[in-house]
């Protein structure tokens, strides 16, 4: 949703143009993977895109699913870990989704053998298709780091990126709790990636120091485990599944996350961040707050159409 979202308010500003929309989508043998409900834990499983197409009707948006129906002048996407053959003969806009998850030994294969699949590697690899006119980029901080990892300087432009460049505005909500720890949990089981939760909850305590402590479960995490798992080892804390995650780490003290894009709301609004990531490494990268991405954005888009 974080993509669909982001796309949609770039559109509203390509009013001119005609728009259709589909969630992400692959060929090949991902795409048989897709279609037979092996890769629900991705976003494109059924689940997740069928939430993208509910929210894209509910706008009177017109769909394409796949991007087939028509010869299009430009496709802008939120990520290229992969990239359909037929988007490949396109004019692409790449759009930083958000936050991008560390270097490990499978990105060096991605990035150093054509044969190795980038999406193995997750987001970080994301910009290493070369397979677009623009990169739409979160921050001077960001811009350093695609090029450190390989992308063309020439194609980047700090544009921030819509959902993140104005969080002050979640400041105002109506929220019921203030001053608390907060906790984003991760999807890494749902997605195969070992984590001890029963640990981390304990450690999640200590750090709260007896103070309230909420958690927001992830939006692809299993949900029932999850609560259970909180009441055993931390019954006194608040458990939701729903609401809006900004609102909620704009009214905490603390935000306790992983390598999650919300983090990007806790530096910019400066509260106390505990991540994966050194405190200045983090506010190097938060995405600009100019509240202006999706007009920026649209911006590239018409100068990457005009030629």
């Given amino acids: 949703m974080n993509q669909t979202t982001q796309m949609h308010q770039i559109a509203e500003l390509l009013g001119d143009y005609d728009q259709y929309f589909s969630p992400f989508f692959s060929d090949g043998l991902l795409g048989r993977a897709a279609d037979m409900g092996l890769l629900e834990f991705t976003i494109m499983g ?181 609560t259970r798992e909180i009441e055993l080892h931390a019954p006194e804390s608040l458990v939701f599944s729903e609401g809006r995650t900004e609102e909620m780490i704009a009214n905490s003290r603390m935000l306790i996350a992983q390598f999650s894009s919300t983090i990007f709301v806790g530096s910019a609004l400066n509260k106390i961040v505990h991540c994966g990531l050194e405190p200045e490494v983090l506010k190097a990268l938060t995405p600009l707050q100019n509240n202006a991405a999706p007009q920026k954005i649209a911006d590239v888009c018409r100068q990457v159409i005009d030629g």
């Fill in 46 to 226: 059924s689940k997740r895109s069928g939430r993208s197409i509910d929210y894209l009707r509910s706008h009177h948006l017109k769909l394409d699913i796949g991007g087939v129906a028509h010869a299009y002048d430009l496709v802008v996407t939120c990520t290229d870990l992969i990239v359909p053959k037929h988007i490949r003969q396109k004019r692409v806009v790449l759009v930083q989704e958000g936050m991008t998850e560390p270097e490990t030994t499978l990105f060096h294969l991605a990035r150093n053998f054509n044969w190795v699949p980038r999406w193995i590697a997750g987001t970080s690899t994301t910009g290493l298709s070369d397979a677009y006119e623009k990169f739409c980029v979160a921050s001077e901080g960001y811009r350093e780091l695609f090029i450190q990892k390989g992308v063309n300087p020439d194609k980047i432009e700090v544009t921030s990126i819509p959902n993140f460049d104005n969080c002050r505005k979640y400041l105002q909500n109506d929220f019921p709790h203030r001053d608390y720890v907060l906790v984003c949990t991760s999807d890494n089981r749902e997605t195969f990636i070992y984590e001890n939760r029963s640990k981390n909850i304990r450690k999640y305590l200590e750090m709260a120091e007896g103070g309230q402590l909420i958690f927001k479960l992830h939006p692809n995490e299993n949900v029932e485990r999850a």
